[in-house]
Nanobody
Framework: VQLQAFGGGLVQAGDSLRLSCAAS?????????IGWFRRAPGKEREFVAA????????TYADSVEGRFSISRDNAGNTVYLQMDNLKTEDTAVYYC????????????????WGQGTLVTVSS
């Protein structure tokens, strides 16, 4: 599994941004969950949102519930993280990861990680 996250940038508080995670699977029909995590400056990496590859189940961290939305592009192998009403505390490097789906909200539930994309929210 190869993952590539992109779409980060510099925005102002209240703005929206959409991150993308392009996933490639070596085995057709592979079932995975895709998760987004983030690491803010000086903090531990934390869970943001995750979705099963089927799109049937999505889960969010309390801090982003109602502002962020995770979805999957059925036409391709891309998972999106739509981030609305961004706050300065959303500033972080965002990572996407793939795992079997048995532990979607913790890092140990993921086997594969992409490189991060930086999101900076200014006040």
């Amino acid at each position: 599994v190869q993952l590539q996250a992109f779409g980060g940038g510099l925005v102002q508080a209240g703005d929206s941004l959409r991150l993308s995670c392009a996933a490639s699977f070596r085995r057709a029909g592979f079932t995975y969950a895709i998760g987004w995590f983030r690491r803010a400056p000086g903090k531990e990496r934390e869970f943001v949102a995750a979705i099963m590859w089927s799109g049937a189940r999505a889960t969010y961290a309390d801090s982003v519930e109602g502002r962020f939305s995770i979805s999957r592009d059925n036409a391709g192998n891309t998972v999106y993280l739509q981030m609305d009403n961004l706050k300065t505390e959303d500033t972080a490097v965002y990572y996407c990861a793939a795992g079997p789906g048995w532990a979607m909200t913790v890092e140990r539930g993921y086997n594969y990680w992409g490189q991060g994309t930086l999101v900076t929210v200014s006040s």
